[in-house]
């Protein structure tokens, strides 16, 4: 979806590095959301936001970081990677509320190799 | 906890006959249910999702999907598949209740060859 956006598209870094992965959103969405995808396991949750100044802990959240600068934007930090987060990297949106059932709106996603 | 399972790595079909790619779910309330498509080198699309009501639903593409509560499944189906239809296809579910974030199964991959 064009209205989500991730930077970079491709990032390859070495181990012990920190990387920085960024989100944009123009769909004036308040909920927005990291997730890892890897072959066979689907998508797993790392944080989710529900708006600037909440911040939550998802499935796997260990050795990532989040912060939330604005409404639109929703980065994702790993302090020191690791190879095991080679992965290939999704932020989303949702228009929801606790009790909602919206769809989420996926970016273009981010493949992230740790060497 | 909440689970989804999507029995079938990958599904091959024939272009022209029906296709099948299967979900089953597991929560401890009602679910939300949901496809999501995503296409090589693509983000994830919506394809559908069930709320409440009729336990058919229609949603893009010419796909539609079959919630059953008994069974616990809530299977994506087409009556014709196309050559274009090939892709990752993700099954998710959500527990109706606050804080309940969205599951998703490991990924279904739909081969459908001319």
């Known amino acids: 979806d064009a209205d989500v956006t991730q930077t970079p598209r491709n990032r390859i870094t070495k181990t012990g590095k920190r990387i920085m992965l960024e989100c944009s959103q123009t769909?004036?969405?308040?909920?927005m959301y990291w997730y890892r995808q890897d072959p066979g396991l689907g998508l797993r949750l790392i944080y989710y936001?529900?708006?600037?100044?909440?911040?939550n802990k998802g499935e796997i959240s260990d050795g990532y970081s989040v912060s939330r600068q604005a409404q639109a934007k929703f980065s994702l930090s790993l302090e020191s990677a690791i190879p095991n987060q080679t992965a290939l990297y999704f932020c989303?949106?949702?228009?929801?509320?606790?009790?909602?059932?919206?769809?989420?709106?996926f970016g273009p996603g981010t493949r992230l190799t740790v060497l | 906890a909440q689970s989804v399972a999507q029995p079938e790595d990958q599904v091959n079909v024939a272009e022209g006959n029906p296709l099948t790619v299967k979900c089953t779910y597991s929560?401890?309330?009602?679910?939300?249910l949901f496809w999501y498509v995503q296409y090589p080198n693509r983000g994830l699309q919506f394809l559908l999702k069930?709320?409440?009501?009729?336990?058919l639903v229609k949603g893009s593409y010419g796909f539609e999907a079959e919630f059953n509560k008994s069974q616990t499944s809530f299977h994506l189906k087409k009556p014709s598949a196309l050559v274009s239809d090939s892709a990752l296809y993700f099954c998710?579910?959500?527990?109706?209740?606050?804080?309940?974030?969205?599951?998703f199964g490991g990924g279904t991959r739909l081969m459908v060859k001319p």
């Open positions: 989303a949106t949702s228009d929801d509320s606790g009790y909602s059932y919206n769809e989420q709106f």
């Open positions: 769909k004036g969405h308040d909920r």
């Open positions: 929560v401890s309330g009602n679910p939300y």
């Open positions: 069930y709320i409440t009501g009729d336990n």
């Open positions: 998710a579910v959500r527990d109706r209740g606050a804080g309940n974030m969205l599951t």
């Open positions: 936001s529900f708006d600037v100044k909440d911040i």
